[in-house]
């Protein structure tokens, strides 16, 4: 263990209210192709012209690719400047839209609740959710809890 960061946020540091707002810019065919073809590899994210003739209408990217790169800005802003030490799983996600090449995100990660763990000392656990939209409209949303160090407990390192 390390000495405790100052310059970290921790649990007591995250307010009700805390809001973190970022953009996630679009994904060109070959970004949203090669990862479909490594871990999702479903006609409407490989081929265009597949992809035209399924209900979307065209190609879209996988929503895993999509859950990733919308909380990639969040992991690398948020939590790695924080006493994050893990999370216990993903409550609730849901693709609401399919995402479509060269199309803006606006994401929000807003804190909905918080509490200290009434387990194990030093720790509390965040709830936030994301949403993410698409001109406007949601396209994709989702809850996790994140374990917090409360502050003046030593980092794991």
């Not at 871990?39 to 895993?64: I, K, R």
């Not at 200290?116 to 698409?134: C, H, M, P, Q, R």
């Amino acid at each position: 263990m390390s000495e405790l960061d100052q310059s970290k946020k921790y649990f007591e540091d995250f307010s009700e209210g805390f809001v973190f707002e970022y953009q996630v810019p679009g994904l060109s065919v070959e970004e949203i192709t090669d990862f479909a073809l490594q871990y999702d590899p479903q006609p409407f994210h490989l081929d265009e012209t597949a992809a035209s003739e399924t209900h979307f209408g065209g190609l879209v990217a996988s929503g895993f690719q999509t859950q990733l790169k919308c909380f990639g800005p969040f992991c690398r802003e948020v939590l790695l400047n924080s006493g994050s030490v893990g999370a216990p799983g993903i409550d609730n996600l849901k693709w609401l839209r399919p995402w479509f090449p060269n199309v803006l995100l606006e994401v929000s990660a807003k804190l909905i609740r918080k509490r200290v763990s009434s387990k194990l000392t030093g720790l509390g656990y965040i709830n936030f959710e994301l949403e993410a939209l698409a001109d406007g409209a949601p396209l994709l949303t989702m809850e996790w809890a994140v374990i917090m160090l409360t502050r003046g407990t030593p980092s794991i390192d």
